[in-house]
Each structure stands twice: as C-alpha cells, then as structure tokens.
C-alpha cells in the first residue's frame, strides 16, 4: 500500500529536549515536505526536499532542522523545542511526474510544556 | 498579504445543494493548484488539482481556475453530509518548489 508514515503520532515533551519526527514514504518519490498547522493559520511549510541532499526553508523554518540522506525518509529535528512548537505535524511526499500531487502523512501532534 | 486567502465559513448548505469553495492567490507565476479535504482530526486528502484555466471534473467535484483573476474555485454538485469537512486550497510556487496553503473553508452540509 502507497503510504507515507510517522511516528510518533503523538509526542509529549519538555522546552529544551531534543526531538525527532520520522517520515518516510514508500512511493519512491521525490519532493518531500514538512508542514504545521495550527488554529486559523492553515498548513504552513516548515521545509521541503527536491531529492536526497537536497533541502530548502519553506516559509517557517526557525527552530527546525531537516536532513534528506535516503529518499524514502526525511526526518524533523527539533533541536531545543519551545512552547510555540505545540502544534500539528504533517509530513507529505510528491513527485514531479505526479505533478506534484502530495499524499500526507497521519500527521504527529507535538504538545512542548 | 497571505499568498493564498479563503473564506474561513462556515458555509452551511443543504443535502443535494451544489456548494461553492473559492482561492485567491497572489502569486502571479503560480503554475499548479490544488483542492484538499480534512476531516477533523485527519490528514489532508486530496480532491482535485488544475493547472491550466477552465474548469476540470471528476465526479461530483469541478475545479475552476481563472489565472488572470487569480482566483481558484471548487465546486461540489448533490452535497452529502460526508462531504462535511475543511477544504485546504493550495498553490505551488512559480518554480515549483513551495507549497502555500489557505487557512480552510469548513463546509456542513445539513441533511
């Protein structure tokens, strides 16, 4: 079955610990992106992966990392959460022959106290 | 300004009605437009894409795309209340790289 997956699906945490989003895909494609969504603001992309190696900020990359070494998967790395990090994760992967249409991932809801 | 802008709703329409979700964007070179559905508590799922202007069905569902006006519409023909749900429009940026989301229309349809 063409899934992308993460986990964990939910994650409770404290300001300043080290976290890690895992998202991989079995689609072999492509572009790979991170968002977030939050109440009134919509998905919001944090970063995205043309292909392995390859990454870019998407419009709210502060506070977040991302590494692309196998195409399959595309972690989210928080390196010092903070409180306005609460928030809904989603992972989503395209393909440029598939016109970029993207399949989402289950999402992840980070809560940081 | 948002780069993409939608009304919020809620749009409430009754069972078998045609509703009507519209998009403005502001990205001129935009080339590639999508609708998506979200349940509460799910992940986007996607509806329709279009990429050039007119309109384009599949099913119930007709996407409009008007790019001198900017303006993206979908249009869903004998709404069911399980068409109830957010509806996310998006566009990807000139050199198909960003993805911009608008905030989500929530849509009811009254039985």
């Known amino acids: 079955e063409a899934q992308v997956t993460q986990n964990p699906r939910y994650l409770i945490t404290v300001t300043g610990k080290k976290l890690t989003v895992t998202c991989s895909q079995n689609?072999?494609?492509?572009?790979m992106s991170w968002y977030r969504q939050d109440p009134g603001l919509g998905l919001r992309q944090i970063y995205y992966s043309m292909n392995v190696e390859v990454t870019d900020k998407g419009d709210v990359p502060e506070g977040y990392k991302v590494s692309r070494k196998e195409k399959r998967n595309f972690p989210l790395i928080l390196e010092s959460p903070s409180p306005n990090q609460t928030s809904l994760y989603f992972c989503?992967?395209?393909?440029?022959?598939?016109?970029?249409?993207?399949?989402f991932g289950p999402g992840t809801r980070l809560t940081v106290t | 300004q948002k780069e993409v802008e939608q009304n919020s709703g809620p749009l409430s329409v009754p069972e078998g009605a045609i509703a009507s979700l519209n998009c403005t964007y502001s990205d001129r070179g935009s080339q590639s437009f999508f609708w998506y559905r979200q349940y509460s508590g799910k992940s986007p799922e996607l509806i329709m894409s279009?990429?050039?202007?007119g309109d384009k069905e599949d099913g119930r569902f007709t996407a409009q795309l008007n790019k001198a006006s900017q303006y993206v519409s979908l249009l869903i023909r004998d709404s069911q209340p399980s068409d109830s749900a957010t509806y996310l429009c998006?566009?990807?940026?000139?050199?198909?790289?960003?993805?911009?989301f608008g905030s989500g229309t929530k849509l009811n349809v009254k039985p």
């Open positions: 279009i990429y050039s202007n």
């Open positions: 989503a992967s395209s393909s440029p022959s598939g016109r970029y249409e993207q399949y």
């Open positions: 689609m072999n494609h492509e572009y």
């Open positions: 998006a566009v990807m940026g000139w050199n198909f790289n960003k993805f911009y």
